[in-house]
Structure formats: structure tokens, C-alpha cells
């Protein structure tokens, strides 16, 4: 079974652009959820989808938003990109939403702003 | 709110040695779930174990065992006769039943095996 996919791998782009980033789940999973890691913040939940519907958010600008496929592709958006917005950026699926389900995570896309 | 505390920020030992990993959580709901997982420098975690808070009987899996104790909120985790190939960042997460598939991580542990 294939994992976790996510393109592109790496990216760089200036400040004030906008990026999009994309992640395949593991077929027949349906959730998708997106984490930031960055040195200085640690892994950070960016916010989970399930059945296309966003189902949890974390505490981040407006600039960050993310939507689902029916075939429960996931993407997000940055929108007016900022220096500290450069981090790995992770994507993780699961069977279902839910606290308990173990979610495997794909290989990150690493974006940089200058 | 939810927290997950790693006191050990780096971690460095001899191969061959045994090693603890330490992992503090805090929550309020009574359903909740504690992970493990292991970050090699490629960058992709890796799942290494998942725990609900019904369940605290230890385990081991090979060279690996987790020490899980509601009384004091501890989940950690110990390599036994530690290898190189071990070296990495290991992150403990929290998982709670009222937070969907949302995660919180601990700031994670950098484990250096040296041969």
C-alpha cells in the first residue's frame, strides 16, 4: 500500500506570494490532518479534514486555509507569505477522524520564504 | 488545555546502552490517547505506538518498551541496547477523544547513538 504522498517536496518562494501544497492520503483513508514544524515552535496542528468538511482548526492566521478532494486529496493554502512561515510543512492520514486512530504521516514539504 | 512536556532536549549515548525517554502530558478529558513517534533526519515520522488512557499496561515490542503511568501522567519510552540506527528525534504526542485527530507534541528528544 502506498503511504502518505506530498508535492511538491520542496519549495521556495518571496514574501507576499502565496504557495499551495498538496497531499495524497493513504487510499481509503478520509481524514487528512496538517501540522507545521518549525525549530523554534515545535509540531503545530494546523487543522483536519474528514469527508471534505474541515472538522478542527489550530490557532493560526486566516492566511492558512485548506480544503479536501472527494477523493479525500488534501490542500492548503498560504496566502500572503511571511519569513516565519518557512517550516516543514506535514501532512498525516487516517482511516477516520477521532482522537484514537494512529495517523501516518507523509515526508513533508519543506517551504521556504525569502 | 492539553500540554506535552519533553524535559530532555537532546540525548546522547554509546550504542549498546540503554536510554529513557521522558514524556509529561496534561489533560482534562478522561479519554485520551499518547503516541510515539520517531523522526528520522529524512524527515517523515514514523508511528512507533499508540496507548488509550483505559490501558496502562506496559509494552515492549523488541528492543523497544513504554512505561505508562496515569498516577504521575507519564508515557515514556525505553531503548534497550541501543543502536545507531536509533539516532533520531522522537516526539511524544497527546490525542484527546473531544479533539478529533488532532495531535499535540511534545517538543521532542534528540537521541544520538554513537558507535
Known amino acids: 500500500k502506498a503511504g502518505v504522498t506530498q508535492t511538491p517536496r520542496y519549495l521556495i518562494k518571496t514574501r507576499g506570494q502565496q504557495v499551495t501544497l498538496s497531499c495524497s492520503p493513504i487510499?481509503?483513508?478520509?481524514?487528512v490532518s496538517w501540522y507545521q514544524q518549525t525549530p523554534g515552535q515545535g509540531l503545530q496542528f494546523l487543522f483536519e479534514?474528514?469527508?471534505?468538511?474541515?472538522?478542527n482548526k489550530g490557532n493560526f492566521p486566516g492566511r492558512f486555509s485548506g480544503r479536501q478532494f472527494s477523493n479525500s486529496r488534501s490542500e492548503m493554502n498560504v496566502s500572503t507569505l511571511e519569513l516565519g512561515d518557512s517550516a516543514l510543512y506535514l501532512c498525516?492520514?487516517?482511516?477516520?477522524?477521532?482522537?484514537?486512530?494512529?495517523?501516518?504521516f507523509g515526508p513533508g514539504t519543506r517551504l521556504t520564504v525569502l | 488545555a492539553q500540554k506535552v512536556t519533553q524535559a530532555q532536549t537532546e540525548i546522547s549515548v554509546v550504542e549498546k546502552e540503554d536510554v529513557t525517554l521522558d514524556c509529561v502530558y496534561e489533560?482534562?478529558?478522561?479519554?485520551?490517547?499518547l503516541f510515539w513517534y520517531k523522526q528520522p533526519p529524512s524527515g517523515e515520522l514514523v508511528f512507533l505506538i499508540r496507548?488509550?488512557?483505559?490501558?496502562?499496561q506496559n509494552e515492549i515490542s523488541g528492543r523497544y518498551s513504554w512505561n505508562f503511568q496515569k498516577s504521575t501522567s507519564s508515557f515514556n519510552f525505553t531503548i534497550t541496547a541501543s543502536q545507531v540506527v536509533d539516532s533520531a528525534v522522537y516526539f511524544c504526542?497527546?490525542?484527546?477523544?473531544?479533539?478529533?485527530?488532532?495531535?499535540?507534541f511534545g517538543e521532542g528528544t534528540q537521541l544520538t547513538v554513537n558507535p
Open positions: 498525516a492520514s487516517s482511516f477516520r477522524n477521532g482522537g484514537g486512530n494512529e495517523q501516518f
Open positions: 487510499s481509503g483513508h478520509r481524514s
Open positions: 479534514y474528514f469527508s471534505e468538511t474541515q472538522r
Open positions: 489533560t482534562r478529558d478522561t479519554t485520551y490517547y
Open positions: 496507548r488509550n488512557s483505559f490501558d496502562e
Open positions: 504526542a497527546l490525542g484527546e477523544e473531544t479533539s478529533g485527530s488532532r495531535l499535540t
